[in-house]
């Protein structure tokens, strides 16, 4: 059985309809399951006992449980470890900054584009995640922690745009206005370069930000550390966010993780500038979070400010990331893997 709040409104009312219901029980159904979040079908107060029951036989809400919490008593930051219906665990993260809320969120549970800095891809990928659960994860830190997530980064474990479709229609109930009604704005994709999905996002015109983890300026160190890079060049990738660009008008962020003596020398940052000049993007340098059971070390402060003053100087765009909850685990991937 499948969980109903992966349903957009137009597809409730094609179920509705099946049904021989009023197409516009959709909108009161979606309310109940996005707005008031209602655990149980009995809850719908103004449905009838009989398309309640219907439903119920036919549809599950399957929320997800808190397996566990970590709270930073530095900066407010919560990561959560969620239990799936069927014992899968994911992490999400719920950072606070001055102005908003904002929730980090996970595609699949585990990941299987083996970088070779990041922690989630360790296991593999046990699934991907159906859109109910990616709402969830955010419906579940709401409830929590009491506040409002405004913006949402898909940045957890696992890669978005191996489930596009999925990840579509979580967007779509995501900025519905009977639901959450998130502008696209406010929602970041990372992947890590599945070159023809991003041309696929780009034809579908969204407003949303997408980043893409770059890592390396050259194929052949990119090839060291994504296994990805063997499959579409750096060329093929740029190809492609010029593309989304010209389709959606929206600035790309290139993610660039800061490995000492790896990828962070001034070579480095001119092959980078090289690959990125001229373009409108953004560069966000993140000191790489180390893994233990990886071999990468961050650069000291000093030397990813140099980093970035190399890349200002040839008009790069950039930003070194904001570390937030620094006191509850490194990398992502780390407190499923800690928890297991
Ligand atoms: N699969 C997607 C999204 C998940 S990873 C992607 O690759 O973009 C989110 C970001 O965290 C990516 O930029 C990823 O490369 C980065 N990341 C993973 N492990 C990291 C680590 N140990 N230190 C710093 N960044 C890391």
């Known amino acids: 059985m499948s969980d109903i709040r992966s349903y957009t409104i137009e597809e409730l009312k094609t179920i509705l309809e099946a049904y021989g219901e009023k197409p516009y029980r959709a909108a009161q159904i979606f309310s109940w399951l996005h707005e008031k979040k209602a655990a149980s079908f009995d809850e719908m107060s103004d449905i009838s006992k009989q398309l309640r029951k219907r439903l119920g036989n036919d549809y599950e809400i399957r929320r997800c449980g808190i397996a566990r919490v970590q709270s930073s008593k530095k900066d407010g930051t919560k990561k959560y470890l969620y239990e799936l219906h069927d014992g899968n665990l994911i992490e999400s993260v719920f950072m ?23 922690a989630s891809g360790i296991d593999g990928c046990a699934r991907s995640l ?12 709401e409830e ?11 940045m957890g474990s696992g890669e978005p745009l191996l489930l596009v ?60 550390i994504m296994p990805i890079a063997k499959r579409y060049s750096i060329a093929e990738l740029m190809d492609a966010c010029s593309y989304y660009f010209e389709k959606t ?21 001119r092959a980078l500038a090289l ?61 499923r893997r800690k928890y297991r």
């Open 165 to 224: 479709d999925e990840l579509l229609k979580f967007i779509e109930i995501l900025t519905c206005k009977g639901g959450k009604n998130l502008s696209q704005r406010s929602i970041t994709v990372s992947t890590c370069g599945i070159v023809p999905k991003i041309r696929y996002l780009a034809d579908r015109r969204l407003q949303i930000n997408l980043a893409v983890s770059l890592h390396a300026a050259t194929d052949e160190k990119r090839r060291e």
């Open 130 to 141: 159906e859109p109910s659960e990616m709402l969830d994860e955010i419906y579940a830190m």
């Open 249 to 269: 008008g929206r600035r790309i962020t290139f993610e660039y993780a800061l490995m000492d003596g790896f990828n962070d020398t001034d070579e480095d940052a």
């Open 144 to 154: 929590d922690t009491k506040e409002t997530i405004n913006s949402v980064v898909v």
């Open 96 to 118: 606070k900054y001055r102005e908003w809320n904002s929730a980090c969120i996970s595609s699949q549970a585990g990941c299987d584009m083996g970088c070779r800095f990041c």
């Open 275 to 335: 690959i990125l000049g001229g373009k409108n993007c953004h560069v966000n340098l993140i000191p790489v979070n180390p893994v233990k059971e990886r071999d990468f070390i961050r650069p000291d402060g000093e030397k990813a400010r140099r980093f970035k003053v190399r890349l200002e100087n040839f008009g790069i765009n950039v930003t070194i990331r904001r570390e937030l909850g620094s006191d509850i685990d490194g990398a992502c991937g780390q407190l």
